[in-house]
């Protein structure tokens, strides 16, 4: 099967698993609910009343139908599920008046599944500070397609432990679709992210396993990133295997000013100031400006971005190591800002910044079969050889939550 029709049968596979056609061991039956909402002519109340009076290990279940909402939903209670239990359960923020996000969460072991999130101001799903928290069988998107004006993230837990998000399709954020920030033990699996700024962002987290995911169609596919002046500090041991990114040529169409406002169209993946990344049996695929782009933090500084002021932030890119991928049709046509280097693309671009005061190696690269590659050396010669970069480092454990 090629790969384009392979994309398209998993995406039309996800999204039937998410309209109902599930497993009996995927779907818990309707009778576990504790509460079932239906919509009504004032969702707003019936379910933050409902989201307000539950008690910790509730399940509160969405009927088939539309939800309209015209503030934020927040959710502070403990140990609380919410599913869909048909066919398609849609909250629906598109005539939301206040609040920032459309389903706001502070409760630990928190789940939620099975639900179409649409519409949203800012993030569809925002979790925050919690411990134990899943995303399962969600669908989140803007009916405007994929324009600025979205909000930033389909789903988005920050500073949380036990982070799992499987089965979900995220389409049209202005940021990431799918994003982990300064987060803890992270599984990020089985997802389709497409039409977004950056399908899937790891960000200063710590412990993740990114698989069997497909990203394409987005600016760039997967990215991993540790930036400064952020309370979590450094993230480290990101492990990004056996995913397809492919095609991930879309125009940058994030807000002015954003970081990855400067994530070339046609990135793969994106290693930024991260250390300990492990790349391993992913297909990389038809990206136009590179299949990976493992940068450090003086870059995008050269590329305008704000200076990492924070004395704890190491701008380097330490301990990448890619290996036994498949690479092919990429770097045809690399775009801005990496033009600003005068270069070409290619499978993997690097930088070529090394910290000196790490003995590790900055960037391995083996066992890809053909790999084309361009060291920017910035300040210096360019290099396409990758001879000095064939090595290998300790490899990742998978994450158990």
């Known amino acids: ?20 056609d599930d497993t009996a061991e995927d779907r818990q039956p309707a009778e576990t ?23 910790s290990g509730s399940t509160l279940c969405f009927s088939d139908g539309t939800y309209t909402f015209t503030d934020e939903l927040s959710l502070t209670v403990p140990g609380i599920t919410l599913r869909g239990v048909g066919d398609g359960a849609i909250l629906d923020f598109a005539g939301q008046e206040a609040g920032a996000n459309g389903i706001n969460v502070t409760g630990d ?19 925050s500070n919690v411990d134990g928290v899943t995303f399962r069988k969600l ?24 982070v799992l998000v499987e089965d979900c399709e995220v389409t049209g954020a202005s940021d990431a679709g799918i994003y982990v920030g300064q987060s803890r033990s992270i599984v990020v699996r089985r997802n389709v992210a497409h039409g977004n700024v950056a399908g899937i962002e790891i960000e200063n987290s710590t412990g993740a396993e990114v698989y069997e995911n497909e990203a394409f169609d987005n600016t760039g596919g997967i990215l991993v990133f540790n ?3 952020l309370p979590a500090g450094m993230g480290e041991r990101v492990l990004v295997r056996d995913n397809v990114v492919a095609d991930n040529n879309r125009e940058n169409f994030a807000p002015a000013g954003n970081i990855v406002a400067m994530v070339p169209p046609g990135t793969g993946l994106m ?17 136009d400006s590179a299949g990976v782009f493992v940068v450090s933090y003086q870059t995008v500084e050269q590329l305008g971005a704000g200076g990492a002021e924070d004395p704890d932030f190491d701008k380097y890119s330490s301990a990448t190591w890619i290996h036994d991928n498949t690479f ?20 993997v671009i690097f930088d070529g910044w ?12 083996a066992d890809n079969g053909a790999t084309t590659f361009f060291n920017l050396r910035i300040g210096e010669n360019k290099q396409t050889s990758l001879s000095s970069f064939s090595c290998t480092l300790d490899p990742l454990p998978p994450v158990s939550l």
């Open 33 to 55: 609910c504790t509460t079932t909402l239906a919509p009504s002519a004032d969702d707003q109340t019936a379910v933050q009343e409902a989201f307000i009076q539950a008690a």
């Open 139 to 162: 669908r989140v998107s803007w009916d405007a397609g994929s324009v600025t004006e979205n909000g930033a993230y389909a789903i988005y837990p920050v500073g949380c432990t036990n």
């Open 271 to 287: 290693i930024l100031a991260a250390d300990q990344t492990e790349l391993k049996n992913n297909e990389v695929t038809g990206n």
């Open 328 to 347: 092919e049709n990429n770097g045809s046509a690399a775009h801005a800002p990496l033009t600003a280097f005068r270069t070409t693309g290619a499978d």
């Open 109 to 127: 072991d928190f789940a939620v599944e099975n639900l179409v999130i649409k519409n949203t101001p800012g993030d569809g799903i925002r979790v």
């Open 354 to 365: 090394d910290d000196p005061d790490d003995e590790t190696n900055a960037l391995c690269v």
């Open 1 to 20: 099967m090629s790969r384009a029709i392979r994309l398209s049968v998993a995406a039309l596979g996800l999204l039937a698993a998410a309209c109902g």
């Open 227 to 229: 930036l400064p002046n």
